[in-house]
């Protein structure tokens, strides 16, 4: 049973450039956050999805961000016209409808802004 | 608004000895407690977690937390470090009403010397 699977693992972007995150959950798993990680800090919450619905994006940025979780595909985090800042690490969970709060982390996609 | 807070961004320990790592919350409601343990470049795999059942929850690799309400604390223990304890933990909390959105602290990294 595969776990939570991002890629790219690790992405350079030059400034101005677009970066896409893809995360596929685990197998049953209906339920899609993302999370990023900055250096020297905790992981801080950007986005939830189900298929087709975005539940709640109180995390992401106003601008340039935005997140998808179509009915066939993996969840998409898109940034568009990156800035030095956005660079971190960028987490995919996921978790089934009934899960007792337990969500399972993928192993994250690595973002370098140059 | 939830919020942990952990005390000591970085914990050193002789292998073998006693591990503490401390975690406050604050949680409006009832609050369902995590704890992470992170590898270098690598994502966050679950150590434990409390649902409000027993209050001592005994986790992977040894590792426990107990929960207390009248302290408003989690705090992890290992009674013997081992080398491969060595990397950053964190704790989270979220909402017993659901939704599974976590709130991270800022982490601990735990080293462990010979």
Not at chain 2, 47 to 76: C, D, M, P, Q, R
């Amino acid at each position: 049973n595969a776990g939570v699977m991002q890629n790219p693992r690790h992405l350079v972007r030059r400034r101005g450039q677009e970066a896409r995150l893809r995360c596929s959950p685990m197998k049953g798993h209906s339920h899609v956050y993302w999370y990023r990680q900055l250096p020297e800090e905790g992981l801080k919450f950007m986005v939830y999805l189900q298929k087709e619905n975005i539940i709640d994006e109180s995390g992401m940025p106003k601008e340039r961000f935005s997140a998808e979780f179509p009915k066939e595909g993996p969840s998409i985090l898109r940034i568009q016209q990156v800035v030095r800042g956005d660079s971190a690490a960028y987490f995919c969970a996921s978790s089934p409808e009934f899960s007792g709060n337990t969500i399972y982390f993928g192993e994250g996609s690595w973002l370098t802004v140059v | 608004a939830q919020s942990v807070t952990q005390l000591g961004s970085h914990v050193s320990v002789s292998e073998g000895a006693l591990v503490l790592l401390r975690c406050n919350y604050s949680s409006s409601v009832p609050p369902y407690l995590f704890w992470y343990v992170q590898y270098p470049n690598q994502g966050l795999q679950l150590l434990l977690k409390y649902t409000s059942a027993a209050t001592l929850v005994k986790g992977i690799n040894g590792f426990e937390a107990e929960f207390k309400k009248s302290e408003t604390s989690f705090h992890l223990t290992k009674p013997s470090a081992h080398m491969s304890d060595a990397a950053e933990y964190f704790c989270a909390v979220s909402d017993a009403g659901g939704g599974n959105k976590l709130t991270f602290g800022t982490g601990t990294q735990l080293k462990v010397e010979l």
